[in-house]
């Protein structure tokens, strides 16, 4: 069946670092791909999505690429602010005949430091 | 623009007791999810509903938990009874259309005791 597996952490970066959390999917078709970021005490909000293979999703600095060859869909920033410390989640949706089926990684805390 | 709204956003309750959460989704939103997350398990689907009409509810722990949709911008989750093992934060999430983001409430911070 689908999964979503993304980095363990716990990461802690300093202050301007660079930031790679890894995630890889299984699918049986062409799943959109999403990222999505949770600060505490908050609930869940998408930070980007990609659709379909190749396509590059991106906001507020973060980027992640649709890479079908490799099943991959890692998050990356070039220079991470300590606003950025939160658990950030890969998810995946793809329609079945049985209606859409969403699987959620099991979240990646980050930590910046000043 | 409101977000999905979640009530209440914390209860503490004695095992046995009924529990009632409440969701109101985005307007025009056709999805509604239900979520539940914990250190241990993670962000684990409950169920959720396609035009008030429940999809799947594969993700619903056991008997003890029941969700309904009586129209486009309501939405429920009870449990009964309550045990120690339910206490998490579920959250509501809703979303325009197949495949779309999902948006989600602040979460229901539960704890049984």
């Known amino acids: 069946g689908n999964s979503v597996t993304q980095m363990e952490g716990p990461v802690t970066l300093s202050e301007e670092a660079f930031l790679t959390i890894n995630c890889t999917y299984t699918?049986?078709?062409?799943?959109?791909l999403f990222w999505y970021v949770q600060y505490p005490g908050e609930g869940l909000q998408l930070l980007l999505k990609?659709?379909?293979?190749?396509d590059k999703g991106s906001n507020k600095g973060f980027e992640a690429t649709y890479r079908k060859e490799t099943t991959s869909f890692h998050l990356e920033k070039g220079s991470v602010q300590v606003s950025d410390s939160a658990v950030y989640f890969c998810?995946?949706?793809?329609?079945?005949?049985?209606?859409?089926?969403?699987?959620f990684g099991t979240g990646t805390s980050l930590t910046v430091i000043p | 623009d409101a977000g999905v709204i979640q009530s209440p956003r914390h209860e503490v309750t004695e095992m046995g007791q009924e529990v009632t959460l409440r969701c109101k989704p985005i307007?025009?939103?056709?999805?509604l999810f239900w979520y539940r997350q914990t250190m241990m398990r993670g962000l684990e689907l409950l169920i959720y509903?396609?035009?008030?009409?429940?999809?799947?509810d594969s993700g619903m722990p056991e008997d003890r938990f029941s969700a309904k949709m009586p129209n486009a911008s309501f939405s429920t989750l009870k449990i009964q009874p309550s045990e120690p093992r339910d206490s998490a934060v579920y959250f509501c999430a809703s979303s325009f259309d197949d495949g779309q983001p999902q948006h989600f409430g602040d979460g229901t911070r539960l704890s049984i005791l």
């Open positions: 998810a995946l949706s793809e329609l079945w005949n049985t209606g859409n089926q969403f699987y």
């Open positions: 699918a049986t078709g062409y799943p959109s």
């Open positions: 307007s025009g939103h056709d999805y």
């Open positions: 509903f396609n035009n008030n009409v429940p999809i799947d």
């Open positions: 990609a659709t379909k293979a190749d």
